[in-house]
């Protein structure tokens, strides 16, 4: 298994590259989700039919197909009928003209275009070579935005180009401060078929500003994403380098059929809250082929935050993520939740590597969360010097208000975690449960952490489940003689 080191971000794959779904679905029915146990959700095989045309059995012999999910992307792809460069609209990439008019009207002139022209083919602006400075825009439906080879965005210096916007539903208020939050770099609700790619042309939120406020609790709103995109469906993001955000990087929200592939992602490693991806609420998502260095989680699963993420009842699911790479000095590879009280289900992780990180899988929820994380599969993880591997840890009375339910706690179960290589370690794997839960059906199959500095084993607390071919031997909870077929084993 070839990984990206910090020196050798992934390159970028042209497009199309078809999915070669038939190995995909084969890989997926030996990966153990147990997809009869799943809640309410399509099983994943529904999501993969070739698209129209082709069939499955010719896509997986094509050269240099790899294992893809991409096709859980619907939409036209990055070609489109009507054309405009941003130049056309008054842009100057100079590097200090503020250009968040010209992309405003770039927008707004290629709607109207795609209307007039019968509106079915939509839209393509591209961004020619140049530093193009601007504040927030909106995307529309059936639009690609493309980033030339040396087009960079960069995110505008004035706080008053990041206007507020309403919190979301299940969230109740700004992730970070009280009432409403900024608005992201790149914004868009309530779409269909977007396509933001490029021939690796950069976009770059210019956080410092932003992490500033925060380090000096002069922070008064919430920090803006670089990209969220808020109840949409059929997105594509690919083939571009994202650097620098204010907050999180990429966030899908209450969206689904939603392709993250081919991404370099990169923020200084002591830059605050700067995950890379953050599928939330969110079904049909494939992240791969990413490399990834940030502040906080490299993904992060979330569904809503305590009573709120509780009341929308918006799960996560259908998630697969593999072929990702990178480091983060405090957060983890993968990591589910905090803020998971819509529930997260049927999750693939695989092809993980992760290195001089604090882990490379956690589970992190709280009291108060409620919901549920269940039906997930991690396997072929590779770590060097992390600092815990396998964490599932207690939340750190970190809260919406004070009127969460103190009642609602998690319900995790059915996660597998297999194939696992780690080496210069701090610590064996710690998994503790939310007091007065219980985490169940924990499997881990052929683990070999190895160079651990720390001789106190595992750490577990109201976690149980089945362990088998591990190394160090796990905690007693894990330590069944019998082995059942669930855990991978007849």
Same mark, same amino acid.
């Given at each position: 298994?070839?990984?990206?080191? =910090?020196?050798?971000? !992934? /390159? @970028?794959?042209? +497009?199309?590259?078809?999915?070669?779904? %038939?190995?995909?679905?084969?890989? $997926?029915?030996?990966?153990?989700?147990?997809?009869?146990?799943?809640?309410?959700?399509?099983?994943?095989?529904?999501?993969?039919?070739?698209?129209?045309?082709?069939?499955?059995?010719?896509?997986?012999?094509?050269?240099?197909?790899?294992?893809?999910?991409?096709?859980?992307?619907?939409?036209?792809?990055?070609?489109?009928?009507?054309?405009?460069?941003?130049?056309?609209?008054?842009?100057?990439?100079?590097?200090?003209?503020?250009?968040?008019?010209?992309?405003?009207?770039?927008?707004?002139?290629?709607?109207?275009?795609?209307?007039?022209?019968?509106?079915?083919?939509? =839209?393509?602006?591209? !961004? /020619? @070579?140049?530093? +193009?400075?601007?504040?927030?825009?909106? %995307?529309?439906?059936?639009?690609? $935005?493309?980033?030339?080879?040396?087009?960079?965005?960069?995110?505008?210096?004035?706080?008053?180009?990041?206007?507020?916007?309403?919190?979301?539903?299940?969230?109740?208020?700004?992730?970070?401060?009280?009432?409403?939050?900024?608005?992201?770099?790149?914004?868009?609700?309530?779409?269909?078929?977007?396509?933001?790619?490029?021939?690796?042309?950069?976009?770059?939120?210019?956080?410092?500003?932003?992490?500033?406020?925060?380090?000096?609790?002069?922070?008064?709103?919430?920090?803006?994403?670089?990209?969220?995109?808020?109840?949409?469906?059929?997105?594509?993001?690919?083939?571009?380098?994202?650097?620098?955000? @204010?907050?999180?990087?990429?966030?899908?929200?209450?969206?689904?059929?939603?392709?993250?592939?081919?991404?370099?992602?990169?923020?200084?490693?002591?830059?605050?809250?700067?995950?890379?991806?953050?599928?939330?609420?969110?079904?049909?998502?494939?992240?791969?082929?990413?490399?990834?260095?940030?502040?906080?989680?490299?993904?992060?699963?979330?569904?809503?935050?305590?009573?709120?993420?509780?009341?929308?009842?918006?799960?996560?699911?259908?998630?697969?993520?593999?072929?990702?790479?990178?480091?983060?000095?405090?957060?983890?590879?993968?990591?589910?939740?905090?803020?998971?009280?819509?529930?997260?289900?049927?999750?693939?992780?695989?092809?993980?590597?992760?290195?001089?990180?604090?882990?490379?899988?956690?589970?992190?929820?709280?009291?108060?969360?409620?919901?549920?994380?269940?039906?997930?599969?991690?396997?072929?993880?590779?770590?060097?010097?992390?600092?815990?591997?396998?964490?599932?840890?207690?939340?750190?009375?970190?809260?919406?208000?004070?009127?969460?339910?103190?009642?609602?706690?998690?319900?995790?179960?059915?996660?597998?975690?297999?194939?696992?290589?780690?080496?210069?370690?701090?610590?064996?794997?710690?998994?503790?449960?939310?007091?007065?839960?219980?985490?169940?059906?924990?499997?881990?199959?052929?683990?070999?952490?190895?160079?651990?500095?720390?001789?106190?084993?595992?750490?577990?607390?109201?976690?149980?489940?089945?362990?088998?071919?591990?190394?160090?031997?796990?905690?007693?909870?894990?330590?069944?003689?019998?082995?059942?077929?669930?855990?991978?084993?007849?």
């Amino acid at each position: 298994m070839a990984h990206a080191t =910090a020196h050798e971000p !992934v /390159p @970028p794959l042209p +497009w199309p590259r078809p999915a070669p779904l %038939l190995v995909f679905l084969a890989v $997926l029915a030996t990966s153990y989700l147990a997809l009869t146990r799943l809640p309410a959700a399509a099983p994943l095989a529904a999501l993969i039919a070739p698209p129209p045309g082709r069939d499955a059995a010719l896509i997986a012999r094509e050269p240099g197909n790899r294992d893809s999910c991409a096709g859980f992307y619907g939409g036209a792809g990055p070609v489109r009928a009507v054309t405009a460069s941003l130049e056309e609209f008054g842009a100057v990439g100079d590097g200090a003209t503020s250009n968040t008019a010209a992309f405003r009207r770039a927008v707004a002139a290629l709607e109207e275009r795609t209307r007039a022209a019968g509106g079915d083919g939509g =839209a393509r602006l591209e !961004v /020619p @070579p140049g530093r +193009w400075v601007t504040g927030s825009f909106n %995307l529309t439906s059936r639009f690609t $935005l493309f980033l030339h080879d040396g087009a960079v965005i960069l995110g505008s210096q004035d706080p008053e180009e990041w206007p507020l916007i309403a919190p979301l539903p299940s969230y109740g208020r700004g992730r970070e401060r009280l009432g409403p939050r900024h608005i992201s770099l790149i914004h868009g609700e309530d779409l269909n078929d977007v396509v933001i790619t490029g021939n690796n042309g950069t976009l770059d939120g210019q956080g410092k500003m932003w992490w500033e406020l925060w380090w000096n609790r002069t922070l008064n709103h919430t920090r803006g994403h670089l990209i969220e995109l808020v109840n949409s469906t059929n997105i594509l993001i690919s083939n571009i380098t994202l650097r620098n955000s @204010p907050f999180w990087t990429v966030h899908p929200v209450y969206c689904s059929n939603v392709v993250m592939k081919d991404l370099t992602i990169l923020a200084p490693l002591n830059a605050p809250n700067t995950d890379g991806i953050d599928p939330d609420s969110s079904s049909e998502v494939c992240v791969e082929d990413c490399y990834i260095e940030s502040g906080d989680d490299l993904v992060a699963i979330k569904s809503g935050w305590d009573q709120y993420g509780i009341s929308v009842g918006k799960p996560c699911s259908n998630i697969v993520i593999q072929r990702v790479s990178g480091t983060t000095p405090t957060c983890s590879g993968v990591g589910f939740g905090s803020e998971m009280s819509g529930g997260i289900s049927n999750v693939l992780v695989r092809d993980l590597h992760v290195w001089n990180s604090a882990s490379a899988v956690r589970l992190k929820t709280d009291v108060g969360r409620g919901g549920y994380i269940t039906n997930i599969t991690i396997a072929n993880v590779t770590m060097e010097k992390v600092k815990v591997p396998i964490r599932f840890s207690r939340g750190a009375d970190d809260h919406s208000d004070d009127k969460y339910d103190r009642n609602a706690l998690p319900k995790i179960s059915n996660v597998r975690i297999s194939d696992i290589v780690g080496v210069g370690l701090q610590r064996a794997p710690m998994l503790e449960a939310v007091h007065g839960a219980v985490y169940e059906g924990i499997c881990f199959r052929n683990v070999s952490l190895r160079g651990i500095r720390r001789r106190d084993g595992w750490h577990c607390e109201s976690v149980y489940g089945e362990a088998h071919e591990v190394f160090p031997a796990p905690c007693e909870e894990f330590r069944k003689k019998k082995s059942s077929s669930w855990c991978g084993f007849s």
